[in-house]
């Protein structure tokens, strides 16, 4: 028996309020050339029926109860139920590409053998196609913590495709997603802490997943994106890179620059986005730096 006969992949599948599309994720689960060990869903929805639909039309899939507190805090708890040796997660509007795991895994397998590095400690992520027009690689954060740098040969990677990355079970015993994120940015917040522990992220071009971005939550989720990109560029200068002044130069400069995008797109009207905004930032710095004034 190969060795990559001996991963066992849980896909664990973070929901909210959209059935049909999880039914779609599901179900393209089922032509995978690689098979998976097993099947998480972990639901957020605000009725029951992707819990109905779940239960009744697929009973080998493993259905969790979210903790409806966002994004991070529910794929931590899917992690929860976890027993395979990797972890891929993909999104509800994602359609698993037919070789994805296949492609991933003989890509782990090699690296691991070419350059000597624990297969425990490896990341692999592939890139993931958009409405199957825009192939979206990984890319690393610039100064304010937008993930558009292209990685040269040689870079150190430290961001993924979250919708298209294969996890070794035993980084989660010392990571986990931030529970307080909502939604954005948790997937660069957990690889960049997980390569600090001295995990590696390697990039394989040939697994792709297809990701078909739904409409629906989008309101839901809209408010908390730029506050989850300051807060955590913030996080990471200042607690895993231990950079203090580059963080406080920041989160001024971020300040700043939010300000003005916000007065510039908004006019006057502006002013509540930034309000907002920068009221979700200073909930989760407080969170994050000051929990027993909560």
């Not at 825009?134 to 961001?159: A, S």
């Amino acid at each position: 028996m190969s060795m990559i006969e001996n991963f066992k992949v849980s896909v664990c599948i973070c929901t909210r309020n959209r059935p049909d599309n999880l039914r779609q994720a599901l179900n393209s689960l089922e032509t995978s050339t690689y098979p998976y060990f097993e099947i998480i869903v972990s639901d957020d929805s605000t009725d029951e029926v992707t819990a109905e639909l779940v239960k009744s039309e697929y009973t080998h899939v493993r259905y969790l109860a979210g903790p409806r507190l966002g994004l991070g805090a529910n794929r931590n708890n899917a992690l929860n139920a976890v027993k395979g040796s990797h972890v891929l997660f993909i999104d509800d509007d994602v359609i698993l590409g037919e070789n994805f795991l296949a492609q991933a895994l003989q890509h782990l397998q090699t690296y691991s053998t070419k350059t000597a590095v624990d297969i425990s400690k490896v990341i692999v992520t592939g890139p993931q196609l958009n409405h199957y027009e825009d192939l979206i690689f990984p890319h690393d954060q610039d100064f304010l913590g937008y993930q558009r740098v292209p990685y040269q040969t040689g870079d150190e990677i430290k961001t993924v495709v979250i919708n298209s990355a294969v996890f070794p079970r035993e980084v989660f015993d010392k990571v986990l997603f931030d529970q307080k994120l909502v939604y954005g940015c948790d997937e660069v917040d957990f690889t960049t802490r997980a390569v600090k522990q001295g995990y590696k992220i390697t990039i394989c071009p040939e697994a792709v997943n297809v990701h078909l971005p739904s409409e629906i939550n989008r309101d839901f989720y809209q408010p908390y994106h730029e506050a989850s990109r300051i807060y955590v560029t913030f996080k990471r200068y200042f607690s895993t890179e231990t950079e203090k002044i580059k963080a406080l130069l920041f989160l001024l400069i971020a300040s700043v620059h939010t300000a003005a995008h916000s007065l510039k797109t908004g006019g006057i009207k502006g002013f509540d986005k930034l309000f907002q905004t920068m009221g979700l930032v200073s909930n989760y710095m407080s969170l994050e730096y000051f929990p027993e004034r909560k």
